[in-house]
Structures are given as C-alpha cells and as structure tokens.
C-alpha cells in the first residue's frame, strides 16, 4: 500500500500536468489583460466618459433594444468632442463626435482596427475593405480604371433594369394603405445591380429571393458576422468555432466561395483569347471582373488568385449591403416627408421629360433630390461609425493627445447629429446642404463616407461629382 502512494506521488496523472500548465496559462493572459486595462485607463484619463460598470462596462447601457443611439447621443452633451466607451472590463473604445475632432483623425494614416475587421476578413479576405499598407495602395492602384466614369457609364441601363423589376414586385402595396418592410426588396435590387454590373451575372436573384443560396449564404454571413460583434464571448475564435452560429457560418462560407470560384472560372475561360481590356472593351462593356483579372501593376504582375477572390467577395458584400442601407432609409425619409416627395417627384419628371430611364448626364440636373439624398445620409449613415487603432501619440484641436495603441472609434451618427454644429439636428432638412448653408459649417460635420485617405465614394454616392467632372471615383 505504501508503495503505491509513493508510486503515484513519483508519477503524477497526466491531467494534473495540463490543468497546472492551463492555469499557468491563464494566469499570464489574465495579467495581460490587467496590463491592457491599465494601459487603457492612463490612455483616456484627460478624457470623461459615462460611468462604467467594473464588469461589462458600459455594455448593458448599449444593450439591443433600439436606444443605443440615443445613449450615445446624450452622452455627447455631456462629454463634448470624445469620450471612452467600455466594453467589458479590459475593451476601451475612445468616441469621437465632433468634426474638429474627427479632421485629426482622418487626416491621419492610422490603420483601421484589426480587432472589429478581423471578423469579417475570416469571409472577405483582404481585399481594400480590409487591407493595410503597401499591399492596400497597389491593389487600389490595380482596380482604380474600373472606376472611371467611362467604365461606369454604361451601368445606368443595368441599374435601371433591376430598379424597374423592384418596382414590379412593390406595385402590389401602392392601393393599399399598410407599411411594409422595405429593406429585403432594396437589398435584393442591389444585389442584382452588382452582380450584373461588376460580374455580368443575371442571377435573377430578385425573383429568386431566399431560394438561391448563394443569396441566402450572403445574407447569412452578413447577419451572423453583426451577431458575432455584439456578443463578446463570440471575440473569441475558439469559442465562436465550436457554437452552433460558428458551424453556419462555416457552411455559408463554404457556399460563398464556391460561387465565387466558379465566376472566376467562368471568366478566366472567355479571357482566355483575350489579354488586353482595349480589344475587350470594344466587344461588350468592361466590368469590374474583367479588370480584376487583367490588371497589370508596372512589373506587369498581377493579382494572385487569393487577392482576386478577395476583392470579389469585398465588392458583392460592401458592394450591395451599405448601398441598400442608404436606399432604404431615403426611400423611408421621402415616406415620412411628403411634402418633400413631391418636389422630388416634381424635379425627376421634368429632368425625364418623357423618358422611362435616366440617362449619365440626367445625373446633374437634380439639386433638390440631391439634398434629400444627403440629408437622408445625414440622419442615417450606412456605416454609422468607423474604427481606427492609433500606431502613435495623436494630439487634436484641444492640446489633449491619446498615446499609441488606442482604439479609436469615429461615430458618423454622432457627429451628424452633434447639436453644436446642426440645428434641430434630428429634423429632416434638406436645405441645410444648399451651398450658402454648407459653407457655414465645418468639412468635416458631414462624413458618411469617411474622408481622408480612405476615403469612400462613388458617382451614386455624391451626384454632385458628376457636375465636377472628375476622372476618377474611388471606392475603398
């Protein structure tokens, strides 16, 4: 008996072994973790925000129940220009809210933040949504020519196919006096849109609906990567593969890059004969496929096979979710406002004059719908906030400076509805972007597609580019 035990305290379990290195384990990323916390706490303190809970932060205040908007918003009274936000004990967002603030920010080469872009690249890749540094400016360089107004021109006929098969399916509520939801069938549209006009594929997906997977493999990874960001045990990648959101989303992936390889395949098939986009484009309209996989840089090397899938699943995703966002909360505003409905109307039938589709130089010729079209991004920005990390000390307007590694959030709704810069900031006016009006505020009050650098845009997005003539539009 007594040898026994001396064996067994001569050769411990195997177990005990692992649990001893497991809490050793944890033990040292818990301190991790205090330092972060601390790192954290001396970074904001020139900086007041809203009371924190020691646990979750300020999490519970920010809770899904439709209010965590306006939360925010009054907190902004309180604490003007930024304040931090915790999320849980050791995850501190620091919140911009005011145009002086967000110029020092945006006019800077912080990177975005890996941690909030990570979730999504286990989809998109790195493609220019994602990407940093040297290989972001060569693929940007690479894929700029597909968006010169030359190449998107011919996509007003596209465009205004798929509107008009949106408008079809709607024409059954225009007797009726009930609401609808109105986000699914603008989402399809959009969806249709880029799939014809950057891939050349009539999916037919509007009339498909939730019965193409591929479709419903989008919808999917869009819905499960916002669910992943809300719930904080879903940060971790281990926790989030072994649930059961984490098993769907591997198989939507799947789905999703299968629909992808094949697109390529298809179309590295037909390009087989051609290499130059010159002799292309004078057999049928160029696309954005088309350049992805002929663009040459100035050592004529091309995008590998990876970073073309990539920047295919970047476009069909921000391609068509952010855009359908804007439409449907335009659509909305103009609903809530008829009085502005009219004028809108009013305007686009004279500009028509008897045509059933706009044509690219139509573009220009509508002032009042353009300002509605702002206001409406105004009050309701597609991408309500984006992050950046900061990679050294930044020192803003007010001589306060945050040091490097902080996480930086600029709140495009905060700042739209800031009341120091906007009067009566929460009611619909489109005058406010009349030129003597714009003039008066600061340029960076109205942000909804960042500004800087990174800056996002596209002829749809600000119509007031056309009647710039410029050459390029650039979407990053």
Same mark, same amino acid.
């Given at each position: 008996?007594?040898l026994?035990?001396?064996?067994?305290?001569?050769?411990?379990?195997?177990?005990?072994?692992?649990?001893?290195?497991?809490?050793?384990?944890?033990?040292?990323?818990?301190?991790?973790?205090? /330092?972060?916390?601390?790192?954290?706490?001396?970074?904001v303190?020139?900086?007041?925000?809203?009371?924190?809970?020691?646990?979750?932060?300020? /999490?519970?205040?920010?809770?899904?129940?439709?209010?965590?908007?306006?939360?925010?918003?009054?907190?902004?009274?309180?604490?003007?220009?930024?304040?931090?936000?915790?999320?849980?004990?050791?995850?501190?967002?620091?919140?911009?809210?005011?145009?002086?603030?967000?110029?020092?920010?945006?006019?800077?080469?912080?990177?975005?933040?890996?941690?909030?872009?990570?979730?999504?690249?286990?989809?998109?890749? %790195?493609?220019?949504?994602?990407?940093?540094?040297?290989?972001?400016?060569?693929?940007?360089?690479l894929?700029?020519?597909?968006?010169?107004?030359?190449?998107?021109?011919?996509?007003?006929?596209?465009?205004?196919?798929?509107?008009?098969?949106?408008?079809?399916?709607?024409?059954?509520?225009?007797?009726?006096?009930?609401?609808?939801?109105?986000?699914?069938?603008?989402?399809?549209?959009?969806?249709?849109?880029?799939?014809?006009?950057?891939f050349?594929?009539?999916?037919?997906?509007?009339?498909?609906?939730?019965?193409n997977?591929?479709?419903?493999?989008?919808?999917?990874?869009?819905?499960?990567?916002?669910l992943?960001?809300?719930?904080f045990?879903?940060?971790?990648?281990?926790?989030?593969?072994?649930?059961?959101?984490?098993?769907?989303?591997?198989?939507?992936?799947?789905?999703?890059?299968?629909?992808?390889?094949?697109?390529?395949?298809?179309?590295?098939?037909?390009?087989?004969?051609?290499?130059?986009?010159?002799?292309?484009?004078?057999?049928?309209?160029?696309d954005?496929?088309?350049?992805?996989?002929?663009?040459?840089?100035?050592?004529?090397?091309?995008? /590998?096979?990876?970073?073309?899938?990539?920047?295919?699943?970047?476009?069909?995703?921000?391609?068509?979710?952010?855009?359908?966002?804007?439409?449907?909360?335009?659509?909305?505003?103009?609903?809530?406002?008829?009085?502005?409905?009219?004028?809108?109307? %009013?305007?686009?039938?004279?500009?028509?004059?008897?045509?059933?589709?706009?044509?690219w130089?139509?573009?220009?010729?509508?002032p009042?719908?353009?300002?509605?079209?702002? %206001?409406?991004?105004?009050?309701?920005?597609?991408?309500?906030?984006?992050?950046?990390?900061?990679?050294?000390?930044?020192?803003?307007?007010?001589?306060?400076?945050?040091?490097?590694?902080?996480?930086?959030?600029a709140?495009?709704?905060?700042?739209?509805?800031?009341?120091?810069?906007?009067?009566?900031?929460?009611?619909?006016?489109?005058?406010?972007?009349?030129?003597?009006?714009?003039?008066?505020?600061?340029?960076?009050?109205?942000?909804?597609?960042?500004?800087?650098?990174?800056?996002?845009?596209?002829?749809?997005?600000?119509?007031?580019?056309?009647?710039?003539?410029k050459?390029?539009?650039?979407?990053?």
């Amino acid at each position: 008996m007594i040898l026994l035990v001396k064996s067994h305290l001569c050769w411990p379990p195997t177990l005990h072994v692992l649990a001893l290195l497991g809490l050793a384990a944890a033990g040292y990323a818990f301190t991790g973790l205090l /330092a972060q916390r601390r790192a954290a706490l001396r970074g904001v303190e020139s900086f007041p925000g809203p009371p924190a809970h020691w646990l979750f932060g300020n /999490a519970k205040q920010l809770k899904q129940d439709g209010k965590a908007f306006d939360r925010t918003l009054k907190w902004g009274e309180s604490y003007p220009y930024a304040f931090p936000l915790w999320f849980g004990p050791f995850i501190c967002l620091f919140n911009i809210h005011h145009p002086d603030y967000v110029k020092t920010l945006f006019e800077s080469t912080v990177p975005k933040d890996t941690f909030i872009f990570s979730f999504l690249e286990q989809w998109i890749g %790195e493609g220019l949504l994602v990407s940093q540094g040297q290989k972001w400016f060569r693929h940007r360089r690479l894929l700029t020519p597909g968006f010169h107004f030359d190449v998107l021109k011919p996509y007003i006929n596209l465009m205004s196919d798929s509107t008009k098969t949106m408008l079809d399916k709607l024409e059954k509520y225009a007797s009726g006096n009930e609401s609808f939801e109105l986000f699914e069938p603008v989402s399809l549209m959009s969806l249709d849109t880029i799939l014809k006009c950057a891939f050349s594929d009539n999916s037919n997906c509007q009339a498909e609906s939730g019965r193409n997977t591929y479709i419903q493999a989008v919808y999917d990874l869009s819905n499960l990567i916002s669910l992943r960001l809300r719930m904080f045990p879903y940060h971790s990648d281990f926790l989030f593969y072994i649930s059961p959101h984490g098993f769907r989303f591997r198989k939507a992936r799947r789905v999703a890059y299968r629909h992808t390889v094949e697109v390529l395949r298809k179309r590295k098939e037909a390009l087989k004969e051609e290499n130059e986009l010159d002799r292309i484009g004078a057999k049928r309209n160029l696309d954005f496929l088309d350049i992805l996989l002929l663009a040459r840089d100035e050592k004529q090397q091309g995008l /590998a096979d990876e970073d073309i899938r990539a920047e295919v699943d970047t476009f069909m995703f921000e391609g068509h979710d952010t855009t359908a966002s804007g439409l449907s909360f335009i659509l909305y505003s103009l609903a809530c406002h008829p009085e502005h409905q009219k004028l809108c109307r %009013e305007e686009i039938l004279q500009t028509l004059d008897g045509k059933d589709t706009f044509a690219w130089e139509d573009l220009s010729k509508m002032p009042y719908t353009t300002m509605c079209i702002k %206001e409406s991004l105004r009050l309701y920005p597609p991408v309500p906030a984006t992050s950046r990390v900061t990679t050294k000390p930044m020192t803003f307007c007010d001589g306060r400076t945050l040091p490097k590694g902080c996480h930086l959030l600029a709140s495009v709704f905060g700042i739209h509805r800031n009341a120091a810069i906007w009067e009566n900031p929460h009611v619909f006016d489109p005058l406010r972007f009349l030129p003597e009006n714009v003039s008066k505020r600061p340029p960076h009050a109205f942000v909804p597609f960042g500004a800087g650098p990174r800056y996002c845009t596209t002829p749809l997005d600000h119509l007031d580019w056309v009647t710039m003539n410029k050459g390029y539009s650039y979407t990053v």
